[in-house]
């Protein structure tokens, strides 16, 4: 019989990779999911009964427990950028972390990837890079031998990076950044996928790898590059961090007043805390060569996804190869 992995937050922007991928290695899935009717998109990335996603709350032990029953190994994908009702940095990051381990080593699953985020940090003046850095903690104390995996902020066709500035091309002529000079270093999501695969079919040795892409620069100039990739000239402003400090205060407490009924997906306290920081892997860290993955660059995945973004869509490039003929 098939080996089985069961992948909390399997159906999320790096879940789904995941999935995809151990499914292609012949493994049995199980996807995690909070709303399994909104995952059924997985299905067909296996044979019939091969991926399925199943209803799990990761606050809970029982259903947490239920959903890695039976599996050889178990990959946690779940995290928050922004707190919401009950998911909680502290509950879903920490806490959540840890309860999957705990209970994975209470099975006698050998095998755990976590993926956590660079910047994880048990002094940062950041809730979301305490926590991050409480559930490595916590997954370290329940399954030494886990495998974790720090991504830089990460690009893909459903990224919430790339995609979200230049859907801010078409409101006008300016684009403006909080943290225009600190620098990043993203990585493709489907990288994270093959390095997540690497650990749970046990070709990686334990410990914390940090993944970042071959490219390392900063906020500004990924713009830059991204509204090249779009044909789109606009003026980048960089936003100074006191007023940014402003803005997010009064979008925290609009959050507050309204009892959450605005969400602030568009900056908070917390995250300015976060780009005040350069988000690059670490000097002397194990990455992507420990791994023997070459990472894809920049350039050879934006247009495939970003093309939506431009005057004419697709038809840009028609043009601009007919023009290139021309000349």
């Known amino acids: 019989m098939s080996k089985m992995v069961t992948i909390y937050g399997g159906s999320g922007f790096v879940g789904r990779y995941i999935t995809r991928r151990m499914a292609n290695e012949g493994w049995r899935v199980r996807v995690a999911v909070r709303r399994p009717n909104e995952a059924m998109f997985v299905r067909p990335y296996g044979v019939v009964g091969q991926v399925e996603p199943i209803l799990c709350n990761i606050r809970d032990d029982a259903s947490a427990a239920a959903a890695m029953h039976g599996a050889d190994a178990v990959v946690n994908c779940v995290g928050v950028l922004n707190e919401l009702g009950k998911n909680a940095f502290d509950t879903v990051q920490a806490d959540g972390a840890e309860r999957i381990a705990r209970l994975a080593a209470e099975q006698g699953i050998s095998r755990m990837v976590h993926i956590s985020a660079i910047g ?88 914390v790898y940090e993944l970042g892409g071959p490219e390392v620069k900063t906020f500004r100039a990924l713009m830059q590059q991204m509204l090249d990739v779009i044909y789109r000239r606009r003026v980048i402003i960089g936003m100074p961090f006191f007023v940014a400090r402003i803005m997010a205060g009064v979008l925290d407490i609009l959050k507050f007043v309204s009892f959450q009924l605005f969400p602030n997906h568009i900056l908070t306290r917390d995250q300015l805390k976060n780009l005040r920081r350069d988000n690059v892997v670490s000097d002397g860290a194990k990455g992507f060569a420990d791994l023997g993955i070459e990472p894809a660059t920049l350039e050879s995945v934006l247009p495939d996804y970003l093309w939506k973004f431009r005057p004419s869509g697709q038809y840009d490039d028609i043009q601009n190869s007919a023009n290139n003929l021309r000349t």
Do not use: C, W
């Not at 104390?141 to 790339?162: C, K, N, W, Y």
């Not at 093959?194 to 410990?207: C, P, R, S, Y």
């Open 120 to 207: 994880a940090d048990a002094e940062s003046d950041s809730h979301y890079s305490r926590t991050k850095a409480h559930g490595e903690a916590g997954v370290l104390t329940h399954m030494p031998d886990a495998i974790i995996l720090r991504p830089s902020v990460i690009f893909g066709t459903e990224d919430q990076f790339f995609n979200r500035f230049a859907g801010m091309t078409r409101m006008g002529p300016f684009l403006p950044l909080v943290g225009a000079e600190t620098k990043f270093q993203p990585v493709y999501v489907d990288d994270v996928a093959k390095a997540a695969v690497q650990g749970v079919l046990g070709q990686a040795e334990a410990g």
